[in-house]
């Protein structure tokens, strides 16, 4: 319902109970989830997602354990990891489908060593006009990382100022991904391996990627020398780094 704000409006975060949906056609609508310690929705099944958001939540706000999700101008501001999609531990790429338009991912981190700071996946990813800025993920996909064999096929968005401790300071793949039409600016990391914006590498599959009509400016790899934060040698890739048999095709960008 309109106006439902589920957690408080502010000062101290509470611990709720996940929502757990085990189902087939939920409708999750006009909600607002705010100042949630702990994970805010565990979905097994198919579900769609509309106009909702979650700022400062603790746990993941979206956490996709098998089935097909669809996400509609929501808002993740403020919290740890926000979205994570299961699957390609238990039973191959294809167990879970996350689809999320017009959606806002800001200032979103994990810490504690943790990687993808925004969107931790591990089946199937489709990302259309969507915005991720200043997130971070203390090692590597300051807003994205995927498993491998797994898939990213991204439209239309922009990611800009995000920041990855180790590699990727955008996305981290060890797998397929398309990008097109979109738009990396300012966004960092700080190792040797690099990838200011992009990171992919051969780990458990390799990775291909297809970078279409996009566009990559005042994206860096901060790692100039071995000072304790670098794993050996100047830091390689400001825009893009790639590695081992992984592939890359890029055109018109």
């Not at 990396?184 to 990391?189: A, L």
Request: net charge neutral; glycine share 14%.
């Amino acid at each position: 319902n309109a106006g439902v704000v589920i957690g408080t409006n502010g000062g101290s975060s509470v611990s709720v109970s996940p929502f757990v949906f085990n189902a087939e056609g939920i409708v999750i609508k006009d909600i607002a989830f705010k100042y949630i310690s702990s994970r805010a929705r565990y979905i097994k099944g198919d579900a769609s997602i509309t106009n909702c958001s979650f700022d400062h939540i603790g746990g993941n706000s979206i956490y996709l354990d098998g089935g097909h999700v669809n996400v509609y101008d929501c808002n993740f501001t403020n919290s740890s990891q926000a979205i994570a999609v299961n699957g390609n531990e238990k039973t191959g790429p294809y167990y879970s489908f996350m689809n999320i338009y017009n959606s806002n991912f800001i200032n979103l981190k994990i810490g504690n060593g943790g990687y993808a700071g925004a969107i931790r996946n591990s089946g199937q990813l489709l990302l259309v006009n969507c915005s991720f800025k200043n997130n971070r993920a203390d090692t590597w996909g300051g807003c994205i990382a995927s498993n491998p064999t797994t898939n990213i096929t991204i439209y239309n968005s922009t990611f800009e100022n995000n920041v990855a401790g180790w590699n990727g300071g955008a996305i981290s793949t060890y797998s397929y991904l398309q990008v097109y039409n979109t738009v990396f600016r300012g966004n960092n990391c700080t190792t040797n391996y690099g990838g200011g914006a992009i990171f992919a590498l051969t780990y458990g599959s390799d990775a291909h990627l297809w970078i279409v009509n996009s566009t990559f400016e005042n994206n860096i790899n901060t790692c100039f020398e071995n000072n304790g934060i670098s794993t050996g040698f100047l830091g390689k890739g400001g825009a893009i780094s790639i590695g081992d048999s992984s592939t890359l095709n890029v055109y018109n960008s």
